[in-house]
């Protein structure tokens, strides 16, 4: 199995996501992060991603191939969540304003396939589940 490259772009205005996997909107923003590829050999299987948005209208989870194309390009955010002043927001308790993936269907709290969630041997039981190329598409609340 391989896990691929992850993109987070955030967004002050009305554009889309980068990236190869086709959306409504054209790409306008470079990506707050983005991480190298994860696999197998990546500690933990996963990467950590804190990363200050203030001020962002939306929020794209992007998964990206390694530049091999997108056989077996399983991909699990885990415990997605938001902070801000008005507390924390579990991504798993908004509705996303839009969804897609290239294999299966992105899913709350299970993989893309509709099974429970795994990443290196673990279940989480928080997450959304994705293949690449995935986008998610988010309109962020105030606060």
């Known amino acids: 199995m391989r896990l691929k490259r992850f993109s987070l772009v955030f967004v002050l205005g009305l554009v889309s996501a980068a990236g190869t996997f086709p959306t409504t909107a054209q790409a306008q923003s470079k990506p707050k992060f983005e991480s190298k590829i994860v696999n197998r050999a990546t500690s933990g299987q996963a990467v950590d991603v804190e990363v200050d948005i203030t001020g962002a209208k939306s929020l794209f989870l992007v998964v990206q191939d390694g530049g091999d194309g997108f056989g077996c390009d399983w991909a699990d955010w885990i415990e997605p969540k938001l902070m801000g002043p008005k ?56 606060g």
Do not use: M, Q, R
């Open 87 to 142: 507390g924390e927001l579990k991504l798993t308790e908004l509705k996303w304003k839009s969804a897609a993936s290239a294999f299966g269907k992105v899913t709350v709290n299970g993989n893309c396939g509709g099974e429970p969630l795994s990443v290196d041997s673990k279940k989480p039981e928080l997450g959304i589940g994705t293949h690449a190329y995935s986008i998610i598409e988010y309109a962020l609340p105030v």
